[in-house]
């Protein structure tokens, strides 16, 4: 079992930028690829970013390739997902994942383990 604790979340301006962080315990966090996904306002929960087990590699929704970046620290069991420029349709609810099936997996149900979520509301 994997336990993910997600922190960070806040109320922002268009422009700013916020970082959000997930730390883990339990089971091996360096054996896990680790994603961020997030649901905006009336609709499914949608992939974000992704990081492999060895954090070699990562892979970006389209839309947030350019202004977020995700990085982990093994060290402290923590995934973080720094997001700049920050528009309002960057307003959802934000969470943590862990998985196994790879760095390119993007589907909710490719990952095992969740965090809470937590509240990123971007103002105009």
């Known amino acids: 079992q994997v336990q993910l604790v997600v922190s960070g979340g806040g109320l922002v301006q268009a422009g700013d930028s916020i970082r959000l962080s997930c730390t883990a315990s339990?089971?091996?966090?360096?054996?896990?690829?680790m994603a961020w996904f997030r649901r905006l306002p009336g609709k499914a929960r949608e992939f974000v970013a992704s990081?492999?087990?060895?954090?070699?590699?990562?892979f970006y929704y389209d839309l947030v390739k350019v202004r977020f970046a995700i990085s982990r620290d093994d060290a402290k069991n923590t995934v973080t997902l720094q997001m700049n420029s920050l528009k309002p349709e960057d307003t959802a609810v934000y969470y943590c994942?862990?998985?196994?099936?790879?760095?390119?997996?993007?589907?909710?149900?490719?990952?095992?383990?969740w965090g809470q979520g937590t509240q990123v509301t971007v103002s105009s």
């Open positions: 990081i492999s087990s060895s954090g070699d590699r990562t």
């Open positions: 339990g089971e091996t966090f360096s054996t896990y690829d």
């Open positions: 994942a862990a998985g196994t099936l790879g760095v390119y997996a993007w589907r909710t149900t490719d990952y095992t383990f």
